[in-house]
């Protein structure tokens, strides 16, 4: 399982992920909005709430929604430029 250590929402339903080998980037989220319980972020302060469960390594929102970070990682992975840092170091600063 790869477990994420930080995650920030950012403008345009992106959301920011580093994993605990480097790898970090950005994945799309808005073509969830229209599906159950991710109708919630259409108030995008909602979007905004996510973090990192402590005990799971997962990104989760208020209302238990969970997305799978195995998922996350593959679709960063597979991106023809994405990030990779082996030292780790700070999200990128807050937009707006």
């Known amino acids: 399982m790869h477990r994420i250590t930080a995650c ?51 990104v989760t929102w208020e209302g238990g929604i969970r997305l799978d970070s195995d998922v996350l990682y593959q679709d960063l992975a597979s991106r023809s430029h994405p990030i990779q840092h082996a030292g780790g170091g700070n999200p990128p600063p807050a937009v707006g």
């Open 8 to 58: 920030k929402a950012e403008e345009d339903y992106q959301l920011w992920l580093r994993f605990e080998d480097g790898l970090e980037g950005s994945v799309f989220l808005g073509n969830l909005l229209e599906i159950g319980a991710f109708q919630l972020w259409r108030d995008v302060r909602e979007f905004e709430k996510v973090s990192v469960d402590p005990d799971t390594a997962t």
